[in-house]
């Protein structure tokens, strides 16, 4: 059974960017995290999308992949929401 790719190329090349800037975000909001105690909480998501970047960038392209990055953005917004005053 062969698998259909859910991501193309360029939805692969914007996913990236995209990974790459939250990733810069992420590295800019670390030091309010670790003053709220939300250092576990913010070193998980930087954990889990370092781990989004790679399987992007080796070439992955499961529908699964879009809803666990889907899930990884609702819980990066809610994350967000706390730090934000």
């Not at 360029?10 to 590295?27: D, F």
């Not at 370092?50 to 994350?79: D, I, P, Q, W």
Request: hydrophobic fraction near 45%.
């Amino acid at each position: 059974m062969s698998r259909r790719a859910v991501v193309t190329n360029r939805s692969r090349a914007e996913l990236l960017s995209i990974c790459r800037q939250i990733t810069r975000v992420l590295g800019d909001l670390e030091t309010l995290a670790s003053s709220l105690g939300m250092t576990s909480r913010h070193a998980a998501l930087q954990a889990r999308l370092v781990v989004f970047l790679c399987r992007l960038e080796a070439g992955h392209s499961s529908f699964k992949l879009l809803l666990e990055m889907n899930t990884f953005v609702h819980e990066y917004n809610a994350h967000l929401e706390v730090l934000s005053p």
